[in-house]
Protein backbone atom coordinates (compact mmCIF):
# COMPACT_ATOMS: atom_id res chain seq x y z
CA UNK A 1 0.00 0.00 0.00
CA UNK A 2 1.90 3.17 -1.08
CA UNK A 3 -0.51 5.65 0.22
CA UNK A 4 0.95 4.90 3.77
CA UNK A 5 4.69 5.23 2.94
CA UNK A 6 3.54 8.24 1.25
CA UNK A 7 1.35 9.60 3.85
CA UNK A 8 4.66 8.98 5.77
CA UNK A 9 6.90 11.04 3.66
CA UNK A 10 4.18 13.84 3.88
CA UNK A 11 4.02 14.22 7.45
CA UNK A 12 7.78 14.42 7.23
CA UNK A 13 7.86 17.04 5.42
CA UNK A 14 5.50 19.57 6.88
CA UNK A 15 6.92 19.07 9.92
CA UNK A 16 9.90 19.55 8.59
CA UNK A 17 8.58 22.62 7.19
CA UNK A 18 6.62 23.44 10.32
CA UNK A 19 9.62 23.19 12.65
CA UNK A 20 11.51 25.79 10.66
CA UNK A 21 8.96 28.05 11.08
CA UNK A 22 9.22 27.55 14.97
CA UNK A 23 5.29 26.43 14.56
CA UNK A 24 4.03 24.28 18.00
CA UNK A 25 1.30 22.42 15.81
CA UNK A 26 0.01 22.21 12.19
CA UNK A 27 -3.50 22.73 11.70
CA UNK A 28 -3.91 22.13 8.28
CA UNK A 29 -2.27 20.55 5.14
CA UNK A 30 -3.16 21.18 1.48
CA UNK A 31 -2.26 19.14 -1.28
CA UNK A 32 -2.70 19.46 -4.67
CA UNK A 33 -3.32 15.82 -6.35
CA UNK A 34 -3.95 15.59 -10.22
CA UNK A 35 -6.47 13.13 -11.55
CA UNK A 36 -3.87 11.46 -12.99
CA UNK A 37 -1.35 11.27 -10.13
CA UNK A 38 -1.53 7.33 -9.72
CA UNK A 39 -2.56 8.24 -6.13
CA UNK A 40 -6.27 7.50 -4.14
CA UNK A 41 -7.20 10.70 -2.16
CA UNK A 42 -9.66 8.74 -0.31
CA UNK A 43 -7.21 5.93 0.95
CA UNK A 44 -4.42 8.35 1.39
CA UNK A 45 -6.26 10.54 3.73
CA UNK A 46 -7.38 7.61 5.47
CA UNK A 47 -3.52 6.92 5.82
CA UNK A 48 -2.60 9.86 7.31
CA UNK A 49 -4.77 9.20 10.86
CA UNK A 50 -1.89 7.06 11.65
CA UNK A 51 0.85 8.30 10.14
CA UNK A 52 -0.02 11.35 11.77
CA UNK A 53 0.07 9.97 15.44
CA UNK A 54 2.17 11.81 18.10
CA UNK A 55 3.10 14.46 15.50
CA UNK A 56 2.31 18.07 15.34
CA UNK A 57 0.02 17.40 12.70
CA UNK A 58 -1.90 15.19 15.09
CA UNK A 59 -5.29 17.13 14.71
CA UNK A 60 -4.28 18.47 11.34
CA UNK A 61 -7.50 18.93 8.47
CA UNK A 62 -6.22 17.63 4.96
CA UNK A 63 -7.52 19.41 2.33
CA UNK A 64 -6.79 17.66 -1.15
CA UNK A 65 -7.35 19.51 -4.33
CA UNK A 66 -7.98 17.50 -7.95
CA UNK A 67 -7.04 19.02 -10.66
CA UNK A 68 -8.77 17.44 -14.12
CA UNK A 69 -6.30 16.19 -16.65
CA UNK A 70 -5.94 17.84 -19.57
CA UNK A 71 -4.17 16.27 -23.11
CA UNK A 72 -2.45 17.82 -25.97
CA UNK A 73 -2.34 16.62 -29.46
CA UNK A 74 1.30 15.90 -30.63
CA UNK A 75 -0.53 15.91 -33.97
CA UNK A 76 -2.88 18.75 -34.32
CA UNK A 77 -2.27 20.95 -30.78
CA UNK A 78 -5.42 20.59 -29.92
CA UNK A 79 -6.08 20.79 -25.63
CA UNK A 80 -8.80 18.80 -24.44
CA UNK A 81 -9.68 17.26 -21.00
CA UNK A 82 -8.64 13.69 -20.83
CA UNK A 83 -10.02 10.78 -17.59
CA UNK A 84 -6.75 8.51 -18.14
CA UNK A 85 -3.12 8.13 -20.00
CA UNK A 86 -5.01 6.05 -23.01
CA UNK A 87 -6.43 9.42 -24.45
CA UNK A 88 -7.45 9.72 -28.18
CA UNK A 89 -7.88 13.29 -29.60
CA UNK A 90 -10.82 14.28 -30.38
CA UNK A 91 -9.98 16.37 -33.08
CA UNK A 92 -8.32 13.90 -35.28
CA UNK A 93 -8.32 10.37 -33.28
CA UNK A 94 -4.39 10.67 -32.57
CA UNK A 95 -2.96 8.66 -30.32
CA UNK A 96 0.47 11.11 -29.66
CA UNK A 97 -1.46 12.47 -26.83
CA UNK A 98 0.76 14.24 -24.14
CA UNK A 99 -0.45 15.27 -21.08
CA UNK A 100 -0.06 18.55 -19.39
CA UNK A 101 -1.63 18.44 -16.32
CA UNK A 102 -3.42 16.14 -13.92
CA UNK A 103 0.20 14.47 -13.05
CA UNK A 104 0.50 17.01 -9.76
CA UNK A 105 1.34 15.68 -6.67
CA UNK A 106 2.48 18.66 -4.34
CA UNK A 107 2.45 19.22 -0.96
CA UNK A 108 0.34 23.44 -1.73
CA UNK A 109 0.79 24.84 1.65
CA UNK A 110 0.38 24.36 5.76
CA UNK A 111 -1.49 26.00 8.10
CA UNK A 112 0.64 26.09 11.46
CA UNK A 113 0.70 27.84 15.24
CA UNK A 114 2.98 29.16 17.09
CA UNK B 1 10.14 -6.76 14.16
CA UNK B 2 12.80 -8.24 13.00
CA UNK B 3 13.26 -11.29 13.11
CA UNK B 4 16.98 -11.91 12.56
CA UNK B 5 18.00 -9.53 15.66
CA UNK B 6 14.34 -9.25 17.44
CA UNK B 7 14.87 -4.95 17.33
CA UNK B 8 11.39 -3.50 16.88
CA UNK B 9 12.23 -1.86 13.16
CA UNK B 10 7.92 -2.04 12.19
CA UNK B 11 7.94 -1.99 8.47
CA UNK B 12 11.23 -1.35 8.00
CA UNK B 13 12.99 -2.48 4.87
CA UNK B 14 15.90 -5.09 5.46
CA UNK B 15 19.15 -5.72 3.17
CA UNK B 16 19.99 -9.85 3.35
CA UNK B 17 22.59 -11.46 1.41
CA UNK B 18 22.14 -15.75 0.39
CA UNK B 19 24.32 -17.53 2.39
CA UNK B 20 25.18 -15.35 5.21
CA UNK B 21 22.20 -15.80 7.93
CA UNK B 22 24.30 -13.46 9.74
CA UNK B 23 23.94 -10.95 7.69
CA UNK B 24 21.35 -8.40 7.87
CA UNK B 25 21.20 -4.60 7.23
CA UNK B 26 18.27 -2.25 8.19
CA UNK B 27 17.19 0.32 6.18
CA UNK B 28 15.55 3.47 8.25
CA UNK B 29 13.86 6.21 7.18
CA UNK B 30 15.35 8.91 8.83
CA UNK B 31 13.16 11.10 10.77
CA UNK B 32 10.76 7.82 11.65
CA UNK B 33 13.92 6.00 12.81
CA UNK B 34 13.80 4.42 16.25
CA UNK B 35 16.65 4.40 18.63
CA UNK B 36 18.48 1.38 17.67
CA UNK B 37 20.74 -0.35 19.93
CA UNK B 38 23.04 -3.58 18.11
CA UNK B 39 26.11 -5.11 18.87
CA UNK B 40 27.47 -5.45 15.53
CA UNK B 41 26.93 -2.13 14.97
CA UNK B 42 29.08 -1.87 11.39
CA UNK B 43 26.31 -4.44 10.00
CA UNK B 44 23.72 -1.96 10.58
CA UNK B 45 23.25 1.66 8.24
CA UNK B 46 21.01 2.47 10.17
CA UNK B 47 20.32 6.69 9.85
CA UNK B 48 19.11 8.08 13.55
CA UNK B 49 18.03 11.29 13.11
CA UNK B 50 17.78 12.36 17.22
CA UNK B 51 17.15 16.33 16.07
CA UNK B 52 13.67 15.65 16.60
CA UNK B 53 13.09 17.87 19.66
CA UNK B 54 9.60 16.49 21.73
CA UNK B 55 9.12 19.50 24.01
CA UNK B 56 4.90 19.93 23.63
CA UNK B 57 3.20 19.80 27.22
CA UNK B 58 6.10 21.45 28.96
CA UNK B 59 3.72 24.40 28.98
CA UNK B 60 7.28 27.03 27.98
CA UNK B 61 6.21 28.24 25.13
CA UNK B 62 3.01 29.14 24.68
CA UNK B 63 2.78 32.03 22.26
CA UNK B 64 -0.70 34.12 20.67
CA UNK B 65 -1.66 31.45 19.28
CA UNK B 66 -1.10 33.40 15.51
CA UNK B 67 -2.46 30.96 12.91
CA UNK B 68 -0.70 31.26 9.43
CA UNK B 69 -0.73 29.80 6.19
CA UNK B 70 3.10 28.53 4.75
CA UNK B 71 3.39 27.70 0.95
CA UNK B 72 5.47 24.98 0.14
CA UNK B 73 4.68 23.89 -3.51
CA UNK B 74 6.57 21.25 -2.68
CA UNK B 75 6.81 17.62 -5.06
CA UNK B 76 5.34 15.01 -2.57
CA UNK B 77 8.04 12.60 -4.25
CA UNK B 78 10.55 14.85 -4.35
CA UNK B 79 12.89 13.72 -1.44
CA UNK B 80 12.61 10.10 -3.59
CA UNK B 81 13.47 11.80 -6.32
CA UNK B 82 16.17 13.65 -5.02
CA UNK B 83 17.75 10.43 -4.07
CA UNK B 84 17.01 8.26 -7.22
CA UNK B 85 19.00 11.43 -9.14
CA UNK B 86 22.01 10.48 -6.59
CA UNK B 87 21.74 7.13 -7.60
CA UNK B 88 21.47 7.82 -11.15
CA UNK B 89 24.73 10.12 -10.80
CA UNK B 90 26.67 7.15 -9.11
CA UNK B 91 25.32 4.68 -12.13
CA UNK B 92 26.75 7.02 -14.64
CA UNK B 93 29.66 7.49 -13.27
CA UNK B 94 30.55 3.72 -13.17
CA UNK B 95 28.48 3.85 -16.24
CA UNK B 96 26.31 1.23 -15.19
CA UNK B 97 23.31 0.10 -16.90
CA UNK B 98 20.14 -0.10 -15.04
CA UNK B 99 17.02 -2.09 -15.08
CA UNK B 100 14.00 -2.32 -12.85
CA UNK B 101 11.87 -4.57 -13.91
CA UNK B 102 8.29 -4.30 -12.59
CA UNK B 103 5.56 -6.86 -12.47
CA UNK B 104 2.60 -8.87 -10.56
CA UNK B 105 3.69 -11.45 -8.44
CA UNK B 106 4.53 -14.78 -10.75
CA UNK B 107 4.42 -12.95 -14.30
CA UNK B 108 7.85 -14.63 -14.59
CA UNK B 109 10.65 -11.75 -13.59
CA UNK B 110 12.71 -14.24 -11.44
CA UNK B 111 12.57 -16.44 -14.20
CA UNK B 112 13.56 -14.17 -16.79
CA UNK B 113 16.95 -13.02 -14.87
CA UNK B 114 17.73 -16.79 -14.24
CA UNK B 115 18.03 -16.99 -18.10
CA UNK B 116 19.31 -14.07 -19.77
CA UNK B 117 22.01 -13.67 -16.89
CA UNK B 118 24.07 -16.24 -17.56
CA UNK B 119 23.92 -15.45 -21.29
CA UNK B 120 24.69 -11.58 -20.43
CA UNK B 121 27.66 -12.62 -18.14
CA UNK B 122 29.28 -13.36 -21.33
CA UNK B 123 29.73 -10.48 -22.42
CA UNK B 124 29.15 -7.99 -19.24
CA UNK B 125 29.35 -8.34 -15.36
CA UNK B 126 25.64 -8.30 -14.10
CA UNK B 127 24.55 -7.99 -10.41
CA UNK B 128 21.32 -8.25 -9.40
CA UNK B 129 18.88 -6.38 -6.10
CA UNK B 130 16.07 -8.69 -5.31
CA UNK B 131 12.68 -6.94 -3.75
CA UNK B 132 10.16 -9.03 -1.98
CA UNK B 133 8.30 -8.53 1.29
CA UNK B 134 9.88 -11.46 3.10
CA UNK B 135 12.70 -14.52 1.93
CA UNK B 136 15.41 -14.17 0.03
CA UNK B 137 14.32 -17.11 -2.53
CA UNK B 138 14.46 -15.09 -5.27
CA UNK B 139 18.33 -13.67 -4.02
CA UNK B 140 19.23 -17.91 -3.66
CA UNK B 141 17.97 -18.54 -7.11
CA UNK B 142 19.82 -15.68 -8.60
CA UNK B 143 23.04 -16.46 -6.04
CA UNK B 144 22.86 -19.65 -7.53
CA UNK B 145 24.01 -18.59 -10.77
CA UNK B 146 27.27 -17.15 -9.49
CA UNK B 147 26.28 -13.66 -9.83
CA UNK B 148 26.53 -10.59 -6.91
CA UNK B 149 23.27 -10.59 -5.63
CA UNK B 150 21.63 -8.59 -2.22
CA UNK B 151 18.05 -9.31 -1.60
CA UNK B 152 15.81 -6.04 -0.27
CA UNK B 153 13.23 -7.38 2.34
CA UNK B 154 10.41 -4.45 2.39
CA UNK B 155 8.68 -5.95 5.49
CA UNK B 156 5.11 -4.12 5.06
CA UNK B 157 5.93 -1.97 2.03
CA UNK B 158 5.07 -2.79 -1.39
CA UNK B 159 7.54 -1.20 -3.44
CA UNK B 160 11.47 -0.24 -3.43
CA UNK B 161 12.39 3.23 -3.27
CA UNK B 162 15.53 5.10 -3.75
CA UNK B 163 16.60 4.74 -0.33
CA UNK B 164 16.60 0.97 -0.38
CA UNK B 165 18.09 0.73 -3.37
CA UNK B 166 20.91 3.43 -2.56
CA UNK B 167 21.50 1.28 0.49
CA UNK B 168 21.71 -1.52 -0.99
CA UNK B 169 24.51 -0.21 -3.68
CA UNK B 170 26.41 0.39 -1.18
CA UNK B 171 26.70 -3.19 0.06
CA UNK B 172 27.41 -4.99 -3.42
CA UNK B 173 30.62 -4.77 -5.16
CA UNK B 174 28.99 -3.11 -8.61
CA UNK B 175 31.72 -3.20 -11.06
CA UNK B 176 32.47 -0.70 -13.94
CA UNK B 177 30.59 -0.73 -17.24
CA UNK B 178 28.33 -4.01 -15.90
CA UNK B 179 24.86 -4.43 -15.94
CA UNK B 180 22.05 -4.05 -12.40
CA UNK B 181 19.29 -5.71 -12.48
CA UNK B 182 16.52 -4.05 -9.71
CA UNK B 183 13.97 -6.61 -9.66
CA UNK B 184 10.74 -5.00 -7.64
CA UNK B 185 8.07 -6.31 -5.69
CA UNK B 186 5.69 -8.20 -7.45
CA UNK B 187 3.30 -5.04 -7.88
CA UNK B 188 1.64 -3.46 -10.45
CA UNK B 189 0.91 -0.51 -9.14
CA UNK B 190 2.63 1.11 -6.47
CA UNK B 191 6.00 0.45 -7.48
CA UNK B 192 5.34 2.69 -10.47
CA UNK B 193 5.61 5.92 -8.95
CA UNK B 194 8.99 5.08 -7.34
CA UNK B 195 12.25 6.61 -9.46
CA UNK B 196 14.98 4.22 -8.00
CA UNK B 197 17.81 5.72 -10.70
CA UNK B 198 17.44 3.00 -13.14
CA UNK B 199 18.11 3.46 -16.83
CA UNK B 200 15.05 1.77 -18.37
CA UNK B 201 11.66 0.74 -16.58
CA UNK B 202 10.58 -3.08 -17.81
CA UNK B 203 7.32 -4.63 -16.98
CA UNK B 204 6.35 -7.83 -17.00
CA UNK B 205 3.37 -9.36 -18.05
CA UNK B 206 2.38 -13.03 -18.92
CA UNK B 207 -0.48 -14.51 -20.73
CA UNK B 208 -2.30 -15.85 -17.94
CA UNK B 209 -2.99 -12.01 -16.69
CA UNK B 210 -5.73 -10.93 -19.75
CA UNK B 211 -5.09 -8.80 -22.32
CA UNK B 212 -6.70 -5.54 -20.84
CA UNK B 213 -3.75 -5.29 -17.83
CA UNK B 214 -2.56 -2.10 -19.57
CA UNK B 215 -5.72 -0.40 -19.56
CA UNK B 216 -6.73 -1.81 -16.00
CA UNK B 217 -3.32 -0.19 -14.43
CA UNK B 218 -2.10 2.32 -16.63
CA UNK B 219 0.06 4.32 -14.31
CA UNK B 220 2.44 1.22 -14.59
CA UNK B 221 2.43 1.06 -18.17
CA UNK B 222 2.79 4.79 -18.81
CA UNK B 223 5.97 5.01 -17.12
CA UNK B 224 7.41 1.71 -18.67
CA UNK B 225 10.36 1.95 -21.22
CA UNK B 226 9.80 -1.67 -22.26
CA UNK B 227 6.61 -4.62 -21.68
CA UNK B 228 7.55 -7.99 -21.66
CA UNK B 229 4.66 -10.07 -22.71
CA UNK B 230 5.93 -13.64 -21.02
CA UNK B 231 4.89 -17.33 -20.97
CA UNK B 232 3.41 -17.38 -24.95
CA UNK B 233 3.97 -21.43 -24.56
CA UNK B 234 0.66 -21.23 -22.67
CA UNK B 235 -1.18 -18.81 -25.95
CA UNK B 236 -3.03 -22.38 -27.00
CA UNK B 237 -4.31 -22.84 -23.52
CA UNK B 238 -6.04 -19.48 -22.51
CA UNK B 239 -8.46 -17.00 -23.93
CA UNK B 240 -5.64 -14.30 -24.48
CA UNK B 241 -5.31 -11.56 -27.38
CA UNK B 242 -1.59 -10.66 -27.75
CA UNK B 243 -1.91 -8.52 -30.52
CA UNK B 244 -4.91 -6.06 -28.62
CA UNK B 245 -3.13 -6.42 -25.14
CA UNK B 246 0.08 -5.00 -27.67
CA UNK B 247 -2.82 -2.25 -28.67
CA UNK B 248 -3.72 -1.77 -25.37
CA UNK B 249 -0.45 -1.28 -24.51
CA UNK B 250 0.45 1.52 -26.51
CA UNK B 251 -2.20 3.45 -26.73
CA UNK B 252 -1.50 3.94 -22.66
CA UNK B 253 1.88 4.86 -23.84
CA UNK B 254 3.22 4.99 -27.23
CA UNK B 255 6.77 5.02 -26.52
CA UNK B 256 6.84 1.49 -25.43
CA UNK B 257 9.34 -1.06 -26.71
CA UNK B 258 7.07 -4.26 -26.96
CA UNK B 259 8.85 -8.05 -26.89
CA UNK B 260 6.61 -11.25 -26.95
CA UNK B 261 8.69 -14.28 -25.21
CA UNK B 262 8.64 -17.73 -23.41
CA UNK B 263 11.20 -17.94 -20.44
CA UNK B 264 10.34 -21.31 -20.39
CA UNK B 265 10.79 -22.67 -24.05
CA UNK B 266 12.85 -19.84 -24.96
CA UNK B 267 10.89 -18.18 -27.89
CA UNK B 268 11.30 -14.55 -28.40
CA UNK B 269 14.49 -14.55 -26.11
CA UNK B 270 17.16 -14.24 -28.17
CA UNK B 271 15.89 -10.92 -29.62
CA UNK B 272 15.63 -9.32 -26.61
CA UNK B 273 18.54 -10.47 -25.51
CA UNK B 274 19.93 -8.60 -29.15
CA UNK B 275 18.39 -5.56 -28.06
CA UNK B 276 19.74 -5.18 -24.86
CA UNK B 277 23.11 -5.87 -25.87
CA UNK B 278 22.53 -2.93 -28.22
CA UNK B 279 21.72 -0.70 -25.15
CA UNK B 280 24.44 -1.79 -23.49
CA UNK B 281 27.02 -1.33 -25.98
CA UNK B 282 25.45 2.08 -26.95
CA UNK B 283 25.23 3.16 -22.88
N1 LIG C 1 4.54 -21.77 -18.68
C1 LIG C 1 5.40 -20.82 -18.30
N2 LIG C 1 5.66 -20.60 -17.00
C2 LIG C 1 6.55 -19.66 -16.66
C3 LIG C 1 7.22 -18.88 -17.64
N3 LIG C 1 8.03 -18.00 -17.00
C4 LIG C 1 7.87 -18.22 -15.68
N4 LIG C 1 6.98 -19.22 -15.45
C5 LIG C 1 6.54 -19.75 -14.15
O1 LIG C 1 5.84 -18.73 -13.45
C6 LIG C 1 6.04 -18.89 -12.04
C7 LIG C 1 6.48 -17.58 -11.42
O2 LIG C 1 7.75 -17.22 -11.92
P1 LIG C 1 8.75 -16.25 -11.16
O3 LIG C 1 9.91 -16.05 -12.06
O4 LIG C 1 9.02 -16.72 -9.79
O5 LIG C 1 7.86 -14.93 -11.10
P2 LIG C 1 8.20 -13.52 -10.42
O6 LIG C 1 7.62 -12.47 -11.28
O7 LIG C 1 9.65 -13.43 -10.13
O8 LIG C 1 7.36 -13.64 -9.06
P3 LIG C 1 7.49 -12.74 -7.73
O9 LIG C 1 8.94 -12.47 -7.48
O10 LIG C 1 6.87 -13.61 -6.70
O11 LIG C 1 6.70 -11.51 -7.99
C8 LIG C 1 7.06 -20.00 -11.87
O12 LIG C 1 6.37 -21.19 -11.56
C9 LIG C 1 7.69 -20.10 -13.25
O13 LIG C 1 8.16 -21.38 -13.53
C10 LIG C 1 6.93 -19.15 -19.03
O14 LIG C 1 7.46 -18.52 -19.95
N5 LIG C 1 6.01 -20.11 -19.29
MG1 LIG D 1 10.62 -13.01 -8.32
ZN1 LIG E 1 -5.29 15.88 -32.82
Redesign the interface.
Known sequence: ??E???A???I????????E?GA?KI??VD?VIGKLA??EPESLKFCFSAAAKGTLAEDAVFMVEEPEGTGECGDCGMRFPVT???A?CPGCRS??VKIVSGEE?????????? | MCDTCGCSSDGGAVLRKPGESDYHVHVSEGAHGHPHTHSGEELHAVDHHHEMHHDHGDGSHHHDGAVRKVVLEQDVLQKNNLLAERNRGYFEAKNIFVLNFLSSPGSGKTSLLEKIIPLMQQRFPVAVIEGDQQTTNDADRIHALGVEVIQINTGSGCHLDALMVNRAIRELDLQDNSLLCIENVGNLVCPALFDLGEALKVVIISVTEGDDKPLKYPTIFHEADICILNKIDLLPYVEFDAAKCRENALRVNHHLEWFEVSVKSGEGLAEWQEWLEKRLVRH
Open positions: MHMSILSIEAVEEKAREGSGLGIFYYELRFLIQSITIEE
